[in-house]
């Protein structure tokens, strides 16, 4: 059993917004594998299925991008999940719009969101699939910009990049995420 999880904030608000990318890539493999993210438990709506023949737990945090890990850790424990078996899925400013980098370990890089799961997993070796969003331009806050909402061209760009990251959780599943990552960082 592993662990998909996209990190974003609750609420209709946060629809669509920059923040919220690794909530539409749940969105997308819930509808594409038909796992309705039917239960609430663990702060958070969860579903249960299969994907490439692993049976797969579909997490969106509830508890607001800042405290993700409160979500994660509990979900890990009930279902005696490692952090090899989790992969989180979130937005990243250090990359072009469009743009997916995955990684196995690492620092938060500054993002609340892997700060609070690293802090709660108790480790930074866990796989994640980091979704670009770029960097504000004409000085606007960082804050401000990762809430907004993505332009239409961007948004464009970005319905191939979600499938391109369920993909890579679909090859997960089959592979290690090793050769997953090797397959994914070179296109």
């Known amino acids: 059993m592993k662990l998909i999880v996209g990190l974003g904030n609750p609420g209709k608000q946060y629809d669509r917004t920059r923040h919220n990318i690794g909530f539409e890539v749940i969105d997308f493999l819930s509808s ?3 796992i ?6 663990f702060k958070g709506n969860y579903g249960i299925g299969v994907i490439g023949g692993e049976k797969m737990i579909l997490l969106k945090p509830l508890t607001y991008m800042n405290l993700s890990g409160e979500s994660i850790r509990p979900i890990m424990d009930y ?3 490692e952090p090899e078996d989790l992969v989180v899925i979130y937005d990243d400013l250090d990359l072009p719009v469009g743009r997916i980098r995955l990684r196995q370990k690492g620092s938060s ?3 609340n969101g892997i ?3 690293i802090l709660h997993v108790g480790t930074e070796k866990f796989n994640r699939i980091r979704v670009g969003i770029d960097r504000p331009k004409n000085g606007m806050k960082v804050v401000d910009y990762v809430l907004g ?3 239409k061209e961007e948004m464009d760009i970005l319905e191939g990049t979600i499938k391109k990251c369920a993909d890579a959780c679909v090859q997960w599943a089959e592979e290690p995420f090793l050769q997953v990552m090797n397959k994914y ?3």
């Open 32 to 34: 594409h594998y038909n």
């Open 36 to 41: 309705p993210l039917d239960k609430a438990k």
């Open 79 to 81: 279902y005696d999940l």
């Open 109 to 111: 890089g500054g993002h």
């Open 115 to 117: 700060k609070s799961t």
């Open 149 to 151: 909402k993505f332009t």
């Open 185 to 187: 960082n070179i296109q």
